[in-house]
């Protein structure tokens, strides 16, 4: 089993639409998530972190936590042709620097 | 430095020859992580330091990889013997490193594309 796993889509999605990204791990003392969005050719950039159970919103992005089905997911709503990107969800290891990542999912948002 | 730096931006080799990539942090930063990310993949975790130490040396993939860093600052990554499977992206990144798993933000560069031919 994957330490984190991510469908990796692609997912498509109309313009204003809602996009819904999910990522599940594998170890249960994580204690922080993160979604970094990545444009082809380009370095991951921080979008979102969450470190408590529920719901985290941050314009027209919310992080949902869930520590006891080990599930964390990005909802974008609004979806723009500039959210079109690869979505990676990254975990950080318990007591530890070491962030480890999905393997990302691909986000098309339709015009 | 205002953002982190890596260098070359684009290297290709011969099959079997070594490598260096290296690293130059945003100033300040005690944490530095190298990854790897093959074409239309995630991020594969290679090494991390915290200061000049590497507590976590897991993700090296063999022994023909190595990692240095000296002066908490700029960091190496060395590739010996490289073989065609060493061809990716290595991206490098840089953390304040003091406020572990609370508002840790990983800055990336803008990575060193490698090709073993």
């Known amino acids: 089993q994957k330490e984190v796993e991510q469908n990796s889509g692609p997912l498509s999605v109309p313009e204003g639409a809602i996009a819904s990204l999910n990522c599940t791990y594998s170890d249960r003392g994580s204690q922080s998530f993160f979604w970094y969005r990545q444009y082809s050719g380009k370095s991951p950039e921080l979008i979102m972190s969450?470190?408590?159970?529920g719901d985290k919103e941050d314009g027209r992005f919310t992080a949902q936590l869930n520590k006891a089905s080990q599930y964390v997911s990005l909802l974008i709503r609004d979806s723009q042709p500039s959210d079109s990107a690869t979505y990676l969800c990254?975990?950080?290891?318990?007591?530890?620097?070491?962030?480890?990542f999905g393997t990302g999912t691909r986000l098309k948002v339709l015009a | 430095g205002a953002g982190v730096s890596q260098s070359p931006s684009n290297k290709v080799t011969e099959k079997g020859k070594d490598v260096e990539l290296r690293c130059d942090p945003i100033?300040?930063?005690?944490?530095l992580y190298w990854y790897r990310q093959s074409l239309g993949q995630g991020l594969e975790f290679l090494i991390y330091f915290q200061g000049n130490s590497a507590p976590d040396k897991s993700g090296l993939p063999s022994d023909r990889f190595s990692a240095e860093r000296t002066g908490g600052s700029v960091s190496t990554l060395t590739i010996q013997r490289t073989q065609q499977e060493d061809s990716a992206v290595y991206l490098c990144?840089?953390?304040?490193?003091?406020?572990?798993?609370?508002?840790?933000?990983?800055?990336f560069g803008s990575g060193t594309q490698l090709s073993v031919l």
């Open positions: 990254a975990v950080n290891a318990r007591g530890t620097y070491k962030y480890i």
């Open positions: 100033s300040g930063h005690t944490a």
């Open positions: 990144a840089s953390s304040e490193g003091w406020r572990l798993g609370a508002n840790e933000k990983l800055f």
């Open positions: 969450i470190y408590s159970n």
